[in-house]
């Protein structure tokens, strides 16, 4: 009896090493493509969210000060003639110098990159006169500015007040302004 063996072609159907590698190797790079894609939408996000957290406290400080400027301002009676003591006209672009209703001396003032202190800088203060207090109103503030019109009064009140305060977060910089006029200045010192 004769010995037959039948051969079979065997065919198995399986990836080679290099179809192996090749395939890591796509996968790798489209795994980074995605995870920077990712990243940069996660780092966008922060950078938004900062900007809006900065935004947010500039539009309450201008709140704050516009609310505040509106009713500042005292007539003294006690003098004759009497005197109207409100919003200071001399002072400095980067401050805002008022009498409130309280006979208290307050001041808006805004500390830039240069300011001595290097832990007060870029920021907006409250200023209470008398006791040299300081409170923060907002920080992350590049310029602020307070562009006041006079009154017909001598001493040297303004009548209305422009505040513009720029904030920065990142590299990204928002201006936000607002306007106030003194509503409490008496008819003979308009």
Same mark, same amino acid.
């Given at each position: %009896? !004769?010995n037959t063996?039948?051969?079979?072609? $065997?065919d198995?159907r399986?990836? =080679?090493?290099v179809?192996?590698?090749?395939? #890591?190797?796509?996968?790798?790079?489209l795994?980074?493509?995605?995870?920077?894609?990712?990243? !940069?939408?996660?780092?966008?996000?922060?950078e938004?969210?900062d %900007?809006?957290r900065? %935004?947010?406290n500039? @539009?309450? +400080?201008l709140?704050? %000060?516009? *609310?505040? $400027? @509106?009713?500042a301002?005292?007539?003294d009676?006690?003098?004759?003639?009497?005197?109207?003591?409100?919003v200071?006209?001399?002072?400095? /672009?980067?401050?805002? =110098?008022?009498? =409130?209703?309280?006979?208290?001396l307050r *001041?808006?003032?805004?500390h830039? +990159?240069?300011?001595a202190?290097?832990?007060?800088?870029?920021? #907006?203060? #409250?200023?209470?006169?008398? =006791?040299?207090?300081?409170y923060?109103?907002?920080?992350?503030v590049?310029n602020?500015a307070?562009?006041?019109?006079s009154? /017909?009064?001598?001493?040297?009140?303004?009548? *209305?007040v422009?505040? *513009?305060?720029?904030?920065?977060?990142?590299?990204?910089?928002?201006?936000?302004?607002?306007?106030?006029?003194?509503?409490?200045?008496?008819?003979?010192?308009?």
């Amino acid at each position: %009896m !004769a010995n037959t063996h039948t051969h079979h072609r $065997i065919d198995h159907r399986a990836f =080679t090493i290099v179809e192996c590698l090749l395939g #890591l190797a796509l996968s790798a790079v489209l795994l980074t493509a995605v995870a920077v894609a990712f990243n !940069a939408s996660v780092i966008s996000y922060q950078e938004n969210e900062d %900007m809006f957290r900065s %935004m947010n406290n500039a @539009r309450q +400080a201008l709140a704050r %000060m516009t *609310s505040e $400027i @509106r009713v500042a301002g005292y007539l003294d009676e006690s003098v004759v003639p009497p005197e109207w003591y409100g919003v200071d006209d001399e002072a400095p /672009s980067n401050k805002c =110098t008022f009498w =409130t209703a309280d006979r208290e001396l307050r *001041s808006y003032e805004f500390h830039d +990159a240069t300011y001595a202190d290097p832990a007060c800088r870029n920021k #907006l203060y #409250l200023v209470k006169e008398a =006791t040299h207090q300081e409170y923060v109103l907002c920080d992350n503030v590049v310029n602020a500015a307070f562009t006041k019109t006079s009154c /017909s009064d001598p001493r040297g009140d303004a009548r *209305s007040v422009q505040i *513009s305060l720029t904030v920065q977060s990142g590299h990204s910089q928002r201006t936000l302004a607002a306007a106030v006029v003194v509503r409490r200045i008496p008819e003979g010192y308009l």
